[in-house]
């Protein structure tokens, strides 16, 4: 079974800073896909970055970027010059191709002015 | 384009009524998922769908929760007699499998439910 740990409960970070949540997954399978999704206040949950397993480059998208490392089952998100919309939960999750999503218990991420 | 459509947004009811969730999945897309959030349990998955066909109900905590896809457009998910345990957020999700797609799913706005 595949599972996901983000080992950081909570986090926080001044405003324009960086900072980086950590997450951890385990499977046996070669070919899956990787995600962070923010959970606002609203409880919307937004998509913030994608990582396909295959692909060795790591994805960036405008201030977030993520650490790929295949080998130790580990997927961190950088999230660069940090704004007050960063405060969230940010869940880490794991996909196989058509497949449920498998989430990490979330990292709540406090941005401070 | 429009993203994924849920109703109610929220919902509040008595113990032992029937609530009946309802989600409009972007269209196109040929995978849609019911997903429940709580506290003590996080997300996790209830019951997935491919082209209208469960694919995967183990989820689903037990027969008072059933849910159905009767076309490429709408799911609901039922729960009858609901309890105070079902209060959750019921989120329903769809992806699109496909050369690109990356197996993204798209979330609703969730449905908040308090079971009194």
């Known amino acids: 079974a595949q599972t996901v740990t983000q080992s950081q409960p909570e986090m926080s970070v001044q405003e324009a800073e960086t900072v980086t949540l950590s997450c951890t997954y385990d499977?046996?399978?070669?070919?899956?896909?990787l995600f962070w999704y923010k959970q606002p206040p609203s409880r919307q949950m937004i998509l913030v970055i994608r990582?396909?397993?295959?692909?060795?480059q790591n994805a960036t998208e405008n201030r977030f970027s993520v650490n790929f490392q295949k080998a130790a089952k580990s997927f961190s998100l950088k999230i660069s010059d940090s704004q007050l919309g960063d405060t969230a939960m940010y869940f880490c999750?794991?996909?196989?191709?058509?497949?449920?999503?498998?989430f990490g218990a979330g990292t709540i991420l406090r941005v401070k002015s | 384009d429009a993203g994924v459509i849920q109703s109610p947004r929220h919902e509040v009811t008595e113990m032992g009524q029937e609530v009946t969730l309802r989600c409009k999945p972007i269209?196109?897309?040929?995978?849609l998922f019911w997903y429940r959030q709580t506290m003590m349990r996080g997300l996790e998955l209830l019951i997935y769908?491919?082209?209208?066909?469960?694919?995967?109900d183990s989820g689903m905590p037990e027969d008072r929760f059933s849910a159905k896809m009767p076309n490429a457009s709408f799911s609901t998910l039922k729960i009858q007699p609901s309890e105070p345990r079902d209060s959750a957020v019921y989120f329903c999700?769809?992806?699109?499998?496909?050369?690109?797609?990356?197996?993204?799913?798209?979330f609703g706005p969730g449905t908040r439910l308090l079971v009194l």
């Open positions: 990582q396909e397993a295959y692909k060795q």
């Open positions: 269209s196109g897309h040929d995978y």
């Open positions: 999700a769809s992806s699109i499998k496909g050369e690109g797609a990356g197996e993204t799913q798209y």
């Open positions: 769908f491919n082209n209208n066909v469960p694919i995967d």
């Open positions: 499977t046996s399978e070669s070919n899956y896909y």
């Open positions: 999750a794991f996909t196989l191709y058509g497949n449920k999503l498998v």
